[in-house]
């Protein structure tokens, strides 16, 4: 137990600190709240790692909104290729008629993404933008344009903020890079 955290802090980088997260995270939401000015769009969060970033954007927007989850496996890098997404938790709220913003943490290959958005526009979502706060634009395996994106990334496994390895480091305040 003891001297694990001193060999965790040794494996990770600080690449986007707290304070830069927050600044980003509020210009986002200041132009959302400026796109969506008059109507309550449904923030639909992607499982897990979007919800610490879902939490701080959406108690910064200015206009009434909604909030619903979806989660999605997506299957091993080798099958992913084929664009198998599969959901495994489905938004509860209608949709129909509604103007939709889907909130993710990462958009690494983009079939995650895409598979979502062609699903919840075929359930009748008056409008569907997405919200990423960060692209991996150079791995994308699937054309999926961002609407709103927070960073953008060239390599590296990321992590904290929401975004895990193996289940570890969703926790931390900034954006960590993963050394080796
Ligand atoms: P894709 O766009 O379908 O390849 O899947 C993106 C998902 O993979 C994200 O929502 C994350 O859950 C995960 N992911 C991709 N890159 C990273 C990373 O650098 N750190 C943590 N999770 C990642
Ligand atoms: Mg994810």
Known sequence: MGGKGKVDALKREVLIPEAAIRKRVREIADQISNDYKGTEPLLVGILKGSIIFMADLMRALSIPVQMDFMRAASYGSKMASSGTVR?????????????????????????????????????????????????????????????????????GFLVGYGLDCNEEYRNLPEICVLKE
């Open 87 to 155: 959901v495994t938790k489905d938004i509860e709220l209608p949709i129909q008629g509604k103007p939709v913003i889907l909130i993710e943490d990462i958009v690494d290959s983009g079939l995650t993404l895409a598979y979502i958005k062609e699903l919840l526009e075929d359930r009748g979502a008056a409008s569907l933008k997405i919200c990423a706060l960060i692209d991996k634009r150079e791995r994308r395996e699937q054309d999926v344009s961002l609407d709103y994106c927070g960073f953008q990334i060239k390599e």
